[in-house]
C-alpha cells in the first residue's frame, strides 16, 4: 500500500494561518479524492523554509534551532501544519508505504525515514519536541492568564487525528484505482492544541481591545452619545410638531374634536416658542462640538494606531484584529451622529458655518479611518508585542500570537459596520449640509428684490417657474378637496411635499442606521458573545470619556430653566445684547431656515413703519411724520411695536402664538379689535411683557375703530386698498346682489387672510375677505 502526500504552494490563509488551525486535524476545504489518504497529507512550501530550502526535521525535532525556525517565521502556521504531519509522514516513509513521487517530496523536506516518531498503538509516542516545549514553557508563566493552557479544553475532535488514518476506512491511492484499508487508532494527541481556548472570553489583555479606543468607558461613552442624538432628534419633533397629537386624545373627552384640535395646536405653539425647545436647540450645538473633537481626537488615535500597529499593544492576531474591527464602527461613529446632529440642527433653524466646517472636518477624518481600516494589511509578525515572561523555547514569540478565530472578525465586530451604502449616505447628506449654506445663486425675496441663495432655492424656482406649472396651478387650484389636502394643488405645494418625503426619509435612515450601530456596539458588550471587553477596567480615562457628555446636558437644563438669554447674555461683549427671534410658520419647509436666520432681513412690519419709514416720491402723496400716525393709536400699540421690534417677530409668528390669522393679530396693535385676555395673555408671555402692564392698556377694551385712517389715505399702499373700493366697488355690489340678493356683507361677522403666489410672471399678493351675508330686514 502507498500514500500520497501533498504538495501546497499556495497560501490559503494568507499569512494568517492561526493556531487552531494549522494544529487542526480535520480540513475539510481542501481535500481530494484523487490525494493519498483523502488528501489529508499535505506539506506546505511556505513551512520549514531555511535559507532557499526546506528542512521540517531541523524546525519539528531540533530543540536547539527549531524554536526559531518554527516560531520566529512569517510562515509559522504552515510550518506547525508540517510539523503536525512530519511523524506519520516519517513512519510511512520507513515502511515503504509512499509513492514515489511522495518519497521525492519528503525528501525535498528533508523527512528523514523513522518509525520511532510515530506507535500506532501508542498516541503518547508521537513527538512534537519544538511545539510541546513551546508551549510547556510559555503555560508554566502565563497559565493564569491563559485559560487554554489546561489541557482539558483541547477540542474533542483534535484527540482523533482523522485526516490521516480511520479504523476501517478505505483509501485510494493516487494512480491506479486499488483500494486499501488501514486498521490504525490513536486514544489521543501529545500537545495541547486548545491552547487558544477560551480567549474572548474575558481573561487578562490578551484579547481584549485597547482601552484607549475600546476600554469599557469609551464604549459607555460611544453608546451615551447615540442615545443622546436619538433622544434630541425625539424632543426636537415633540416641541415642533408630535406634542399636539397626545394632547388633543387627552382633552377630546373634554372638549370634543374641534375645540381639543384648537386647544392642541395651540399648546403646540407654545412648545415651539418656549424655552425648553430653545434649550434643547442651543445644548444640541454645545453637544455637537462635543462629540466632534470627541471624535476627531478617537479618529486621529486610530490613525496613528493604522500607521503604527504597536501602538494597540496587541498580543495576539486575535487582539489585534478585534481593534480593527472596532475601527470600523469608531468611523462610523464619527459620521453618523454627527451628521444626523446637524440635520437636526438645520430643521431646527440654526445651521452655523463654522459647525459645518468643523462637522464636515470630522466626517472627512472618520471617512480616512474607515478606508485606512478596510485596506489595512498588519505585518503579523511585528505588530504583536509580548512582555510575559522569558520564553526561549519559543524563540521569544507567545505561541497564542497566533491564536485567531478568522469569522469573529467579519461575524461580530465588522460585518454590519462594513456597509459602503452606509457611508455614501453620510457622504450625500453632508454634501446637502454644505451646499445648503453656499449662497452663490440670485433668488427672488418674499419682497421681489433678489438676493443670493443656494441652489436648492434656486432650482427650486427655476422649477416653479416653469409654464406647466402655471398650467397646471390654473387648472387645479382650489378645485379639489383631495388634492388640496394632499398638497396636489398647487405645483409650490408639490415641491414642499417632495421636499417633506425627503427630510423624512432621510431621518428614517438615520435614525435606523444610529440603532443599526448601536446594535453593533451591543455585539462587544454581550457577555457571551465573543466579548472582547473587561467590564471591570474602569479607569481614570474612562472616566473622562463618560462625563464628556454632563457639561451638555447640564446646559440643557439651565437653559430650560433660565432662558436661553441668561446663559448668553454671559458670553457676549458688553455692547452686544441678546434677542429673541421668531420661528417660521408651523409645517416649515426645509428652505425656510433662511426666514429663521434673516429674519430682521426679511420681515416687514408695522414696528419698523412706526420708526422708519421710507421716504414717498410718488407725486400727489407726502411722507406722514411719526408722530401724525402715533397720535392716533391707542396706548398699547407703541407698546406692542417696540416689544415686536426687540425681538424681531413677524405677524405670522405672533398669530401662531395666539391661534388667529395675522391680520387679525395686526388689528390688536393697530388697536382696531378688542384682545381677550387669552390674547393678553398670550402677548405678554411671546412679547416679554408684564401681562398687568399691557392690562392697564385699552386692549380689552371696545375699540374707537376707524379714527387712525384719514380719507383718503396718504400712505401709499393703504390707498391702493382705498383704490381698489373706488374702482371696483359698485362692481363688487352688483355681482353681491345677484348672487345673494339685497344686503350688505358683514365687516363684523368676518375674517381675511393675506397671502402669497408666485408665478413666471412675477410675485402676487392675495387678500380674501369672507363676511357673512346680511340681508336688509322689512320693517
Not at 313 to 333: E, H
Not at 352 to 367: D, H, P
Not at 391 to 401: D, E, L, S
Not at 695 to 722: A, H, I, N, S
Request: aromatic share 12%; proline share 5%.
Amino acid at each position: 500500500m502507498a500514500y500520497s502526500i501533498v504538495e501546497r504552494t499556495d497560501q490559503p490563509y494568507g499569512p494568517w494561518y492561526d493556531f487552531a488551525t494549522a494544529s487542526g486535524v480535520y480540513n475539510w476545504g481542501y481535500s481530494d479524492a484523487n490525494d493519498g489518504a483523502w488528501g489529508y497529507l499535505q506539506l506546505y512550501d511556505s513551512g520549514c523554509k531555511v535559507d532557499s530550502g526546506w528542512n521540517c526535521t531541523a524546525a519539528c525535532l531540533d530543540t536547539e534551532i527549531g524554536p526559531n525556525l518554527l516560531w520566529n517565521t512569517t510562515g509559522t502556521g504552515y510550518t506547525m501544519q508540517n510539523c503536525i504531519v512530519l511523524p506519520f509522514i516519517a513512519a510511512l516513509l520507513a515502511a515503504s508505504d509512499l509513492t514515489p513521487t511522495a518519497v521525492k517530496l519528503a525528501q525535498k523536506y528533508q523527512i528523514a525515514p523513522d518509525s520511532s516518531l510515530f506507535n500506532s498503538s501508542n498516541a503518547s509516542a508521537i513527538s512534537w519536541p519544538v511545539i510541546n516545549n513551546c508551549i510547556n514553557q510559555f503555560c508554566e508563566g502565563n497559565g493564569a492568564s491563559t485559560p487554554g493552557c489546561d489541557t482539558s479544553h483541547a477540542p474533542n475532535q483534535d484527540a482523533m487525528l482523522w485526516y490521516t488514518f480511520t479504523p476501517n476506512a478505505t483509501y485510494y491511492e493516487d494512480g491506479d484505482g486499488q483500494n486499501y484499508t488501514q486498521n490504525i487508532t490513536f486514544d489521543g494527541i501529545t500537545f495541547n492544541s486548545g491552547l487558544c481556548y477560551d480567549l474572548n472570553a474575558g481573561y487578562d489583555s490578551i484579547h481584549l481591545i485597547n482601552g484607549d479606543i475600546g476600554g469599557i468607558g469609551m464604549f459607555v461613552s460611544y453608546l451615551m452619545q447615540m442615545f443622546i442624538i436619538l433622544s434630541a432628534w425625539l424632543l426636537y419633533h415633540f416641541y415642533e410638531t408630535w406634542a399636539r397629537w397626545p394632547v388633543a386624545v387627552t382633552l377630546i373627552p373634554f372638549h370634543g374634536p374641534r375645540k381639543a384640535s384648537v386647544l392642541a395646536k395651540q399648546a403646540q405653539t407654545s412648545l415651539r416658542v418656549s424655552d425648553h425647545a430653545a434649550a434643547l436647540v442651543s445644548a444640541l450645538d454645545e453637544m455637537q462640538k462635543a462629540q466632534v473633537f470627541f471624535m476627531l481626537a478617537v479618529q486621529i488615535a486610530a490613525l496613528i494606531a493604522l500607521q503604527n500597529p504597536t501602538y494597540i499593544q496587541a498580543t495576539s492576531w486575535q487582539q489585534l484584529f478585534n481593534n480593527y474591527g472596532i475601527l470600523f464602527n469608531l468611523a462610523f461613529g464619527g459620521m453618523l451622529p454627527v451628521v444626523f446632529a446637524m440635520l437636526i440642527k438645520r430643521l431646527a433653524g440654526t445651521t452655523a458655518v463654522y459647525t459645518i466646517i468643523v462637522s464636515t472636518c470630522c466626517v472627512i477624518v472618520s471617512s480616512v479611518t474607515w478606508f485606512l481600516t478596510w485596506n489595512a494589511n498588519p505585518d503579523p509578525d511585528t505588530s504583536i508585542v509580548y512582555t510575559g515572561p522569558p520564553i526561549p523555547q519559543c524563540a521569544g514569540i507567545a505561541p497564542t500570537k497566533f491564536c485567531y478565530q478568522y469569522g469573529w472578525f467579519y461575524a461580530n465586530a465588522d460585518a454590519t459596520s462594513k456597509a459602503f451604502p452606509m457611508l455614501v449616505f453620510c457622504w450625500v447628506v453632508q454634501l446637502c449640509l454644505i451646499l445648503d449654506v453656499i449662497t452663490l445663486f440670485l433668488v427672488k425675496d418674499p419682497d421681489g428684490s433678489e438676493s443670493k441663495g443656494n441652489c436648492f432655492q434656486w432650482v427650486e424656482q427655476k422649477v416653479l417657474r416653469m409654464p406647466f406649472w402655471t398650467t397646471y396651478d390654473d387648472k387645479h387650484f382650489n378645485q379639489s378637496r383631495w388634492r388640496t389636502m394632499l398638497h396636489f394643488d398647487t405645483g409650490e405645494s408639490m415641491v414642499r411635499l417632495l421636499q417633506s418625503c425627503i427630510i423624512f426619509a432621510t431621518e428614517c435612515g438615520f435614525v435606523g442606521l444610529n440603532v443599526v450601530l448601536i446594535t453593533d456596539y451591543a455585539h462587544l458588550l454581550l457577555v457571551n458573545d465573543f466579548q472582547t471587553l473587561d467590564l471591570k477596567n474602569w479607569t481614570l480615562g474612562q472616566v473622562i470619556a463618560v462625563t464628556i457628555w454632563v457639561p451638555v446636558f447640564l446646559e440643557y437644563l439651565y437653559i430650560a430653566a433660565g432662558g436661553p438669554e441668561a446663559i448668553y447674555k454671559g458670553r457676549l461683549h458688553k455692547d452686544f445684547e441678546v434677542v429673541r427671534k421668531g420661528s417660521t410658520q408651523e409645517g416649515h419647509a426645509p428652505h425656510d431656515h433662511d426666514d429663521r436666520e434673516k429674519l430682521s432681513a426679511t420681515v416687514s412690519s408695522s414696528a419698523v413703519e412706526l420708526t422708519h419709514v421710507e421716504p414717498v416720491t410718488r407725486p400727489g402723496y407726502e411722507r406722514p411724520s411719526q408722530q401724525d400716525i402715533v397720535h392716533r393709536l391707542p396706548s398699547q400699540s407703541p407698546l406692542l411695536f417696540a416689544a415686536k421690534k426687540q425681538k424681531n417677530l413677524s405677524f405670522e409668528t405672533l398669530a401662531k402664538a395666539l391661534g388667529r390669522e395675522e391680520v387679525a393679530v395686526a388689528a390688536l396693535f393697530y388697536g382696531q379689535a378688542k384682545a381677550s385676555e387669552e390674547d393678553v395673555k398670550n402677548l405678554a408671555k411671546v412679547l416679554d411683557i408684564p401681562e398687568a402692564k399691557l392690562l392697564e392698556t385699552e386692549m380689552t377694551g371696545f375699540p374707537d375703530r376707524g379714527r387712525q385712517m384719514e380719507m383718503p389715505p396718504k400712505e401709499p399702499l393703504v390707498y391702493r386698498l382705498f383704490e381698489i373700493v373706488q374702482n371696483y366697488g359698485y362692481a363688487y355690489k352688483a355681482v353681491m346682489n345677484e348672487k345673494f340678493g339685497d344686503g350688505i356683507m358683514s365687516a363684523i361677522s368676518f375674517s381675511t387672510k393675506v397671502e402669497k403666489e408666485e408665478d413666471d410672471k412675477g410675485t402676487w399678493c392675495v387678500i380674501t375677505l369672507r363676511g357673512k351675508w346680511l340681508p336688509f330686514t322689512r320693517f
